[in-house]
Structure formats: C-alpha cells, structure tokens
C-alpha cells in the first residue's frame, strides 16, 4: 500500500511514523512545502527569548534521519497543488525549481495544518507571525537590530508566550486585545491573575481595543492610541488550510475546517485529514470545533490503525 501525507510537521509526521510501525513494508511519501518537517512549534517562542538556546533543539528530525530510522520519503520544499480523487493521483510542485509532477496514492492523509490571520490593514506587511521555525528567524533577526519595543497583538496562548519571551529580552512590550480580557477560555476570576502578573512584569495591557494600523515604528489602535512598537507580532488567532480539500469537493463544516468522522476519514473514503485543518465534534458540547494545538494533531495523527487496515 502506498500513502501520500501532505505536512509534516505534528499530525503528519506522527500519522507517518505510526503507519509505518504499522505496516513496515508501506511505502510512505511525505510533501511538505516548507524547510522544515517534525519541528519543535511551541518552543518557538522560547527560542526568541534565548530559553531555548540552541536553534537545532527545534529540530527534532530532518528528511535524512526519518529516511534512515523510519524509511519515510519525506520530500521538502514540495508542495501538492491539487488530488484527482478519481485517479487517486496528486500533482505536486517543487518549490526551488517550478518543476511539476504526479504521484499516484492507495490512501492520502491531509495535514495541511492552519495559517495565522494577517488583518487587511494599513502597514501591515510591517507586521510578523510566529508560526514556523522561519518565522522565528525573521523576529530574531528584526530583535537584533536594535529593537526596544514591542507590541503584541492578541492575548492567546502564543501572544502571552510572546510578550513574556520578549519581555525576558528586555523589550517594552504591550499586548493588545480585542476582548475584555486575556486568555478568552478562562473564567474572568480566574485571569484576573494573570493580568495581575502580567503588569508585576511591566507588560502592558490595552484591553477592549483592536489594532488600526501599523507605523514604521509604531502601532495605531483603533480608539486612536500611538503605541511604538519596533516589533509588531500578530498572534490574533488561525485559520485552517482548506484550499487543497475544497478543490477537490471534500466536505467542508461549519467551522470552516475538513469534515472527518471519528477514524479522520473525510468524505472520501481514500482520503485522511488531521491536526489544525479538521473540524470534529467537541466533546463537551457536541458542536463543530476547531482545535488547533499540537497534541491533538499528534493524537490524531497516531489514529494510523483505522488507516493501516482500510
């Protein structure tokens, strides 16, 4: 049997490497369009504050050490363009070079994961995500260029991860908030503690306000408010990567994420879909939700058994 995975980095890599524990004679082929495959995500912030140190640490494996342990084809700087589900094909692009090519699949496991949101703003392009090991690059390399201040835009898991990394680097950091509060999934009693800590540590909080613009050295809220700003990192959420699955008329939800059932089966019967880009019901209320962290695309991805004996 022959398997195509489309991402490799958390559910990916971990449906990859469990298939092949599952069936070691499969033959698995690996496109992911970026540098890396099987990187170290939530440790990026860490990375910019210099608590992890060493920029290899983000590494966990590369195509060659996944070659070797696991016999995996792992291709990067490969991206999937389109599936032919009737032929059960993909046509797939290097990105070096332009040139274009075809490989057939028996099963495709879709791990598009999700991209951050960048707001139609003035200035914008200005602005950095934090989403890949690339990315990190790029903020570290705009920190060594002197900055002093930063400002944070979002007060989710990454942006407070953010602002207490780059606040540990000694920049002047505000974090901004559309919301009442930070956190969002947290009781108002119970982050009435962490905007406690936040300010101990010199952070500051514009809360109830969203960002109007971006300046050459400074943001514009939308009450008017100048904040400077040398650094401007958007962490205001994702969205899941569903172009590749809405061209080929897979099942799209509610929520904007790839409809799977509770093996990860699309609509297509052939075709797998895991971690950031999937919408599943949520376990407490029974409506479409999207989940987009690691674990849960690691636990995903680890669902090869359903897949192995299809």
Avoid: W
């Amino acid at each position: 049997m022959k398997t195509i995975i489309v991402g490799g980095v958390a559910g990916g890599m971990s449906a990859a490497t469990r298939l092949r524990r599952l069936l070691p004679q499969a033959q698995i082929v690996v496109f992911e369009r970026g540098e890396h495959v099987s990187y170290a995500n939530c440790g990026l912030p860490y990375h910019v504050g210099a608590v992890i140190e060493q920029r290899d640490a983000l590494l966990l494996q590369t195509p060659a050490s996944l070659r070797a342990r696991f016999d995996l084809d792992v291709r990067v700087h490969t991206e999937v363009l389109a599936i032919d589900r009737d032929r059960r094909r993909v046509r797939v692009r290097e990105v070096d070079t332009g040139a274009e090519y075809e490989e057939s699949y028996d099963r495709l496991v879709l791990s598009p994961g999700a991209a951050p949101v960048v707001p139609d703003l003035p200035g914008v392009e200005r602005a950095l995500v934090l989403r890949s090991v690339t990315d990190a690059d790029r903020m570290i390399a705009e920190l060594g260029e002197g900055a002093r201040t930063a400002v944070v835009v979002g007060g989710g898991f990454i942006g407070l991860e953010a602002a207490e990394n780059l606040t540990r680097r000694g920049l002047a950091v505000t974090v901004v908030e559309l919301g009442s509060q930070v956190l969002a999934p947290l009781d108002a009693e119970m982050v009435a503690a962490v905007h406690a800590e936040l300010t101990a540590h010199g952070v500051g909080l514009r809360l109830g306000v969203g960002l109007s613009k971006v300046l050459p050295d400074a943001v514009e809220l939308a009450d008017g408010q100048l904040l400077d700003a040398d650094v401007v990192l958007l962490a205001i959420g994702v969205r899941p990567e569903t172009g590749l699955a809405r061209a080929a008329g897979l099942s799209i939800g509610a929520r904007g994420g790839i409809v799977v059932d509770e093996a990860m089966r699309t609509s297509d019967p052939y075709i797998y879909a895991v971690g950031d880009a999937v919408e599943k019901p949520d376990a407490v209320g029974g409506g479409p939700a999207l989940i987009p962290l690691a674990n849960t695309a690691n636990r995903q991805g680890r669902l090869g058994r359903v897949l192995s004996i299809s």
